[in-house]
């Protein structure tokens, strides 16, 4: 073959080569492939020292934290520096510490592991979750000073799509995002404590409702009375049983904007005293109407704050003494202030 030839084919060969390139580039943008990683990849994490935390999950509306002053730490003494969590938007309410510490650390371990080949249009935009609509949009600042601004979208082979504030048109690939961290609702971001006690302190537990007054005292063990009477067939375990929920009891979700009245709390339909040993602290809750599905409502007299409490935490308030009775001798319903030999045969 004459040199011309081979001039005139290479060209060709180069020419086909270039196309194939081109293509694969058109491709690579379409889907989101990542190129060659970047000489200098971003910084997405931030500091553990961030003191305010902006969360918008799409079209869910914005969830705000702050650190404030310790009021209990203040009292105290040291003036509060450590600072707590609030919730400040769309609610002012105390934070769950541990779910803001959870976070932080999460900011903090953040990294960007590549770039992605997008050309982001609206329509990419909504396709990778990268728009207002349904990104996960996270800010954390320092003092007032913005520390991270990024808007996280799917996640794919290559990590969570994440798009910075600063970087408006550039798509990067994330790792270490933990996605449940940023989209929960705003009741998950609160805190929910309602009791918090040692259960093995407990000596004394009164619960009043529809089917009379239970009454459990511990000395060398538990003993029940219902209306001062015997419980048929008690059980101590039960009692123990519920002090082990009750130590920890948390709200499922909470009453914002309800009343006493609204709430049955008025005239609450039960109500429970756990009593410690040695005059170490009372805990004491009103239950109240039943609020979404079988939730019921539910306060503590020394608070404001309306709460709503699973069935199961409710149950062991408004059930009648059965429900402390072994399991042979739990279906003795209305006959639970007699005693078993004195029943009649059915």
């Not at 039960?270 to 079988?294: E, P």
Request: without cysteine; charged residues 30%; aromatic residues 6%.
């Amino acid at each position: 073959m004459s040199r011309d030839k081979l001039i005139i084919l290479g060209a060709v060969v180069l020419g086909l080569l270039g196309f194939l390139v081109y293509k694969q580039s058109q491709k690579d943008q379409s889907i989101g492939q990542p190129t060659m990683a970047a000489k200098e990849l971003p910084t997405i994490s931030a500091p553990d020292d961030i003191d305010k935390i902006s969360l918008t999950n799409g079209d869910k509306g914005e969830i705000i934290l702050e650190k404030v002053a310790d009021p209990g730490a203040a009292a105290a003494g040291d003036g509060g520096s450590g600072g707590v969590w609030k919730l400040t938007k769309p609610i002012t309410a105390a934070a769950n510490q541990q779910t803001v510490k959870d976070i932080i650390a999460n900011l903090k371990e953040l990294k960007a592991d590549s770039q992605i080949n997008l050309k982001l249009d609206d329509e990419v935009r909504k396709d990778k979750q990268l728009d207002a609509a349904h990104g996960v949009h996270v800010v954390a600042w320092k003092g007032g000073e913005k520390k991270a601004d990024e808007t996280f979208g799917k996640s794919g082979p290559a990590g969570q799509l994440v798009i910075l504030a600063s970087q408006p048109d550039q798509v990067w690939a994330a790792k270490g995002y933990s996605a449940y961290l940023y989209t929960k609702e705003v009741k998950d971001y609160r805190d929910k404590d309602i009791f918090k006690f040692d259960d093995g302190n407990a000596s004394q537990v009164t619960i009043v409702n529809t089917h009379g007054t239970l009454s459990f005292t511990k000395g060398d063990k538990w003993v029940g009375t219902i209306d001062k009477k015997p419980i048929p067939g008690f059980s101590e375990d039960k009692v123990k049983d519920l002090l082990r929920h009750y130590k920890a009891l948390t709200a499922d979700d909470f009453g914002d904007g309800k009343s006493v009245a609204d709430t049955g709390l008025d005239k609450p339909e039960a109500t429970i005293s756990i009593v410690l040993k040695d005059g170490a602290g009372k805990y004491d809750l009103l239950v109240g109407k039943t609020s979404t599905g079988t939730n019921r409502w539910a306060k503590r007299p020394d608070g404001d704050m309306i709460y709503q409490i699973t069935n199961f935490s409710s149950e062991w308030v408004t059930s009648d003494a059965s429900k402390f009775a072994a399991a042979s001798d739990a279906g003795a319903g209305s006959d639970a202030g007699i005693k078993v030999s004195e029943r009649p045969k059915k």
